[in-house]
């Protein structure tokens, strides 16, 4: 089985400083999984490197030996072909995953145990839920390139996941992105400064908050 690289430290550490929204944006509104791609329970979060799983619909088989031979860092990211009369994980699995130290789950297909998952408080990004079981007799593959709810994604690639869904950085665009999405953060931090502070002006101005930006794409269809 292939191994990918694990990101270095200061990758991780920077991009936990950021969000899926300025990844996004900064990648051309592009990199985003399927919105129906969400976490388990709300609050979750996951920054890692993409370790791939492929499956054959319906069945694990290969995700029970991605999780035992991951490790820290990493971030199981699986294309289950958005399949939906199987549930493809549940508590034991997961359970087994966090204890190993894998970094979070994204499926493209659903999982079961839903309480119990919401309590173990382990990053789990699914499709939904189902209460049949998978069946264990493959085929699938581990750290080939895949496709989970519709994104490319490449072992060593840079997921990050939150609230509003799951991102996929590519490996050879990290530092290009994360460079922008730093610079775009200071900039919507800016503005959220200028406007909180638009409600303390005596005679504000709805102009003084417009973004600079506006003025030059709305001009060319005035008259």
Known sequence: MKEASLLPDEVIELAKNLNTTL????????????????PVSSGMGIVGTAMTVSL?????????????SAKKGYVLVVD??????????GELMAGSAKAIGVEGIVIDGLVRDKKA????????????????G?????????NEVISCGGIRVAPGDLVVADDDGVVVVPVDRI?????KASEKLKYE???????????????????????KWLESKIKQYRA
């Open 175 to 179: 530092d290009e992105v994360l460079h």
């Open 134 to 142: 998978p069946f264990k007799d493959g085929p699938g593959e581990v």
């Open 117 to 132: 998952l919401e309590e173990l408080d382990f990053p789990i990004y699914s499709k939904g839920f189902h209460p049949n």
């Open 80 to 89: 289950g072909k958005g399949h939906t009369n199987n549930a493809y994980l």
């Open 56 to 68: 054959r619909p319906g069945d694990n088989l290969f995700l029970h030996q991605a999780i035992y």
């Open 23 to 38: 990844l996004a944006d900064v990648m051309g509104c592009t990199g985003a999984m399927d919105y129906r791609i969400k």
């Open 189 to 211: 931090e800016k503005r959220l400064e200028t406007i909180a502070q638009y409600g303390s002006q005596e005679d504000p101005d709805p102009m003084s908050l417009m973004p």
